[in-house]
């Protein structure tokens, strides 16, 4: 049995908060929430490398009451290139 990422993401945005922002990784996330339904919350990239995280940390920033979600593996990933940006504001 395999994962079904459709079906996964659609599942995890079932019951989404209103004040909830996704900001998708590259390629297959993005194109998996698009396929959930376009919405103004959602903060697309495409071939942006590393840009998903820096994008959640100027969302964090922008509006502290609306923390938007970054998968982990972003995060990770990019975490090495933008790590002094991160420290510097911590938000």
């Known amino acids: 049995m395999s994962l079904q990422r459709r079906h996964a993401m659609a599942a995890l945005l079932a019951n ?6 996704v900001v998708p ?5 993005t194109w998996d929430l698009a396929a959930v339904g376009d919405d103004p919350r959602n903060f697309y990239s495409w071939g942006a490398m590393g840009g998903a995280a820096m994008i959640g ?7 502290p009451t609306s923390p938007p979600v970054v998968p982990p593996a972003i995060l990770v990933a990019s975490f090495r290139f933008n790590s002094r940006t991160f420290f510097a504001l911590s938000p």
Do not use: I
């Not at 990784?25 to 996330?29: A, E």
């Not at 940390?57 to 509006?63: F, P």
């Open 16 to 21: 989404r908060a209103d004040d909830l922002l």
């Open 25 to 29: 990784g590259l390629g297959s996330t």
């Open 57 to 63: 940390l100027g969302l964090a920033l922008a509006q």
